[in-house]
């Protein structure tokens, strides 16, 4: 009971630290939900297939699923490597401090350097995702943000400068996108095609929009089709104001949530180790319940480790049938014995209950529900030193020229050891028929004798009977 107890206080805690750091990577990446989907799909196709017996899909499978599987993995080679670089750090529950912390710091810095070289910019970040049908042109990519590679976009030198740059989640996600444009009647004299297309942008979507005029040297915000000048009287005042604009109102209210989460996850993962220690065995058995079916193989009899001057005779039945239940795509297999010890055995009659504990070549995934019969009977026995006597032999290919006269057999018994209760004191065996066909003039010969002796009868000494008959010929 004891040591139950510390292997369930064991297992909650490996189990816990594992759903930890899983939970946490997952948070921290979540393309690694479609990674995961894409693999689990991948097994249950695989295991439709094999259960469904389909030859030709089957075939396709088989050879498809190793450059798909490669090419999935490989498609999610970023996050792993992130994962695997965190890790090596010592990071290993996750990392929720993601682009999303330093984000408006980010696009401060940004909107103050472009303003800085004069670089005129459009810079667009949606906030619900129906966006794609507004946004067009331009080339999709998905890269981390930093200062220095949105001021180079917008760069005069850039081939994709002209149009916007697109930020989904905190990720940089299209360069040189074009935005529709709003309607220049009643708009301002100084709007350009930047100002009109933040305009046009916000309109029809929820986001917001940040338009850098490198004439003016001005930064305005759009959103709701309203522009916004931004300041940029004093330090960090554009920092300020943008965090204003996306509800972070302060360094300390991320980390606050860092803590919440993190104790969350802890204590989610506790909560679920717990309940899966101490009902997996029975959930297992459920799931082993409803996908097995019974199926029924034969198996031989077969004795193993019998002392030294002992046998077994009469053993009833020498084939028994066993009723297993296995998995819905497990095909019997032969070779499967019941295998009866008998290392401390002693002379007299047995009745042996099957049981699956003898069974020898079981699958793993297969378990024996019944044996058809449910027990063989048997009997142990002395092995005996008896003298066997030799019967006469009987002969044919006689001539017709000639007749038996007389015979003497060279010696008339022998002994040998016994292993089977049939063979009693003062048994004898018969010698195989006498050939004499190639025999055509009367004496006397001397002819050997050839014994077919069963197997549970060895002569002293372990060597064959060579006995010879000298037979007696005359002419009629």
């Given at each position: 009971?004891?040591?139950?107890?510390?292997i369930?206080v064991?297992?909650?805690?490996?189990?816990?630290?594992v759903?930890?750091m899983?939970?946490?990577?997952?948070?921290?990446?979540?393309?690694?939900l479609?990674l995961?989907?894409?693999l689990?799909?991948?097994?249950?196709?695989?295991?439709l297939?094999q259960?469904?017996?389909?030859?030709?899909?089957?075939?396709l499978?088989?050879?498809?699923?190793a450059p798909?599987?490669?090419?999935?993995?490989?498609?999610?080679?970023?996050?792993?490597?992130?994962?695997?670089?965190l890790?090596?750090?010592?990071h290993?529950?996750?990392?929720?401090r993601n682009?999303?912390?330093?984000?408006t710091?980010?696009?401060?810095?940004?909107?103050?350097?472009?303003v800085?070289?004069?670089?005129?910019?459009?810079?667009?970040?949606?906030?619900?995702?129906?966006v794609?049908?507004f946004?067009?042109g331009?080339?999709?990519?998905?890269?981390?943000?930093?200062?220095?590679?949105?001021?180079?976009l917008?760069?005069?030198?850039?081939?994709r400068?002209d149009?916007a740059?697109?930020?989904?989640?905190n990720r940089?996600?299209?360069?040189?996108?074009f935005?529709?444009?709003a309607s220049?009647?009643?708009?301002?004299?100084q709007?350009?095609?930047r100002?009109?297309?933040?305009?046009?942008?916000?309109?029809?979507?929820?986001?917001h929009?940040?338009?850098?005029s490198?004439?003016?040297?001005?930064?305005?915000?759009?959103?709701?089709?309203?522009?916004t000048?931004?300041?940029?009287?004093?330090?960090?005042?554009?920092d300020?104001?943008?965090k204003?604009i996306?509800?972070?109102?302060?360094?300390?209210?991320?980390?606050?949530?860092?803590?919440?989460?993190?104790?969350?996850?802890?204590?989610?993962?506790?909560?679920?180790?717990?309940?899966c220690?101490?009902?997996?065995?029975?959930?297992?058995?459920?799931?082993?319940?409803?996908?097995?079916v019974l199926?029924s193989?034969?198996?031989?009899?077969?004795?193993?480790?019998l002392?030294?001057g002992?046998?077994?005779?009469?053993i009833?039945?020498?084939?028994?049938t066993?009723?297993?239940?296995?998995?819905?795509?497990?095909?019997?297999?032969?070779?499967?014995t019941?295998?009866?010890?008998?290392?401390?055995?002693?002379?007299g009659k047995y009745?042996?209950?099957?049981?699956e504990?003898?069974?020898?070549?079981?699958?793993?995934?297969a378990?024996?529900?019944?044996?058809?019969?449910?027990?063989?009977?048997?009997?142990?026995?002395?092995?005996?030193?008896?003298?066997?006597?030799?019967?006469?032999?009987?002969?044919?290919?006689?001539?017709?020229?000639?007749?038996?006269?007389?015979?003497?057999?060279?010696?008339?018994?022998?002994?040998?050891?016994?292993?089977d209760?049939?063979w009693?004191?003062?048994?004898s065996?018969k010698?195989?028929i006498?050939?004499?066909s190639?025999?055509?003039?009367?004496?006397?010969y001397?002819?050997p004798?050839?014994?077919?002796?069963p197997?549970?009868?060895?002569?002293?000494?372990?060597?064959e009977?060579?006995?010879?008959v000298?037979?007696?010929?005359?002419a009629?």
């Amino acid at each position: 009971m004891v040591e139950a107890a510390y292997i369930h206080v064991l297992d909650i805690l490996l189990g816990t630290i594992v759903l930890r750091m899983a939970f946490g990577w997952l948070l921290s990446y979540p393309r690694l939900l479609r990674l995961i989907f894409m693999l689990v799909s991948l097994v249950a196709l695989g295991f439709l297939v094999q259960v469904t017996q389909l030859p030709f899909s089957g075939l396709l499978f088989w050879l498809l699923v190793a450059p798909v599987s490669l090419v999935v993995l490989l498609s999610f080679l970023p996050e792993l490597g992130k994962i695997y670089h965190l890790a090596s750090r010592g990071h290993l529950f996750g990392n929720f401090r993601n682009e999303s912390e330093n984000f408006t710091p980010i696009l401060a810095a940004t909107l103050e350097e472009l303003v800085r070289r004069r670089y005129g910019a459009l810079i667009a970040i949606p906030t619900s995702g129906e966006v794609d049908s507004f946004i067009h042109g331009g080339e999709e990519v998905d890269a981390s943000l930093n200062s220095s590679l949105l001021v180079s976009l917008f760069n005069p030198d850039c081939p994709r400068h002209d149009g916007a740059a697109v930020i989904i989640n905190n990720r940089l996600k299209r360069i040189g996108a074009f935005l529709p444009l709003a309607s220049a009647e009643g708009s301002e004299s100084q709007m350009g095609t930047r100002h009109l297309a933040a305009l046009g942008l916000t309109q029809v979507t929820e986001s917001h929009v940040f338009v850098v005029s490198e004439e003016r040297q001005v930064i305005s915000y759009v959103h709701d089709g309203k522009l916004t000048l931004l300041p940029l009287t004093c330090a960090g005042g554009l920092d300020k104001a943008l965090k204003e604009i996306f509800g972070k109102k302060s360094d300390r209210e991320p980390n606050s949530k860092r803590m919440v989460l993190a104790y969350a996850l802890w204590i989610g993962s506790f909560l679920l180790a717990l309940t899966c220690s101490f009902n997996i065995n029975a959930w297992k058995a459920q799931l082993s319940e409803s996908s097995t079916v019974l199926t029924s193989v034969e198996a031989r009899v077969e004795i193993a480790s019998l002392p030294e001057g002992l046998f077994v005779d009469d053993i009833k039945p020498t084939e028994v049938t066993l009723f297993l239940k296995a998995p819905q795509i497990f095909k019997p297999i032969g070779g499967m014995t019941v295998l009866v010890n008998l290392k401390e055995a002693k002379s007299g009659k047995y009745t042996l209950n099957l049981s699956e504990a003898i069974v020898a070549g079981l699958p793993r995934d297969a378990k024996v529900e019944r044996f058809n019969p449910s027990f063989i009977q048997y009997t142990v026995a002395e092995t005996r030193n008896l003298k066997i006597s030799i019967e006469k032999p009987e002969f044919t290919g006689l001539s017709k020229s000639l007749k038996l006269g007389g015979l003497k057999i060279e010696q008339e018994s022998f002994r040998a050891e016994v292993r089977d209760t049939k063979w009693k004191l003062g048994a004898s065996v018969k010698p195989q028929i006498v050939d004499l066909s190639t025999i055509n003039k009367a004496g006397i010969y001397r002819l050997p004798l050839s014994f077919n002796l069963p197997p549970t009868i060895k002569p002293a000494g372990g060597t064959e009977l060579k006995f010879d008959v000298s037979v007696e010929l005359k002419a009629k």
